[in-house]
């Protein structure tokens, strides 16, 4: 029989903003000790170390267009600059502001949990790197 699981528990299967915060920088500076092809090839890949529970790195052109999703390849290559949530917020614009002027932040939206399939509160911890933002967010 299973024990279920205590909020402990549960919570260690889900990143902390320290630890978002800390994946988002270690990968800035990876991508500033190892160069963008690289840094872009090692964020894409899902099972790789900058993956880690439900957390992991997305880099997106201050343009708008995503080179990097370690969760979705499928969006690689797309712009998402308008993408809205549920309540209307164009949270990637979001994110290249915050970047753009503070050079890095917190973003906050909804978004549907994966795992769950419910919209739920996302913050994002975004920072720019050349002329890319490289967020790690979590579900709160």
């Not at 029989?1 to 990968?27: F, N, Q, R, V, W």
């Not at 900058?50 to 052109?61: M, N, Q, S």
């Not at 993408?83 to 970047?99: P, Y």
């Not at 399939?117 to 790197?129: F, G, P, R």
């Amino acid at each position: 029989m299973l024990a279920p699981l205590t909020p402990a528990l549960a919570a260690a299967a889900h990143g902390s903003a320290d630890e978002a915060m800390a994946l988002a920088k270690k990968a800035v500076k990876y991508y500033k000790a190892n160069g963008r092809e690289k840094a872009l090839a090692e964020f894409n890949k899902p099972n790789g170390e900058f993956v880690d529970r439900d957390l992991y790195i997305t880099a997106t052109g201050v343009d708008g267009v995503t080179v990097a999703h370690g969760a979705n390849p499928k969006l690689v290559g797309k712009s998402l600059m308008e993408l809205k949530d549920v309540d209307g917020k164009a949270f990637i614009k979001s994110f290249v502001e915050v970047a753009n002027t503070k050079g890095s932040g917190w973003v906050d939206y909804k978004w549907p949990n994966p795992v769950t399939k419910v919209i739920e509160q996302k913050s994002s911890y975004v920072e720019k790197v050349d002329n890319l933002v490289i967020t790690c967010g979590i579900y709160k």
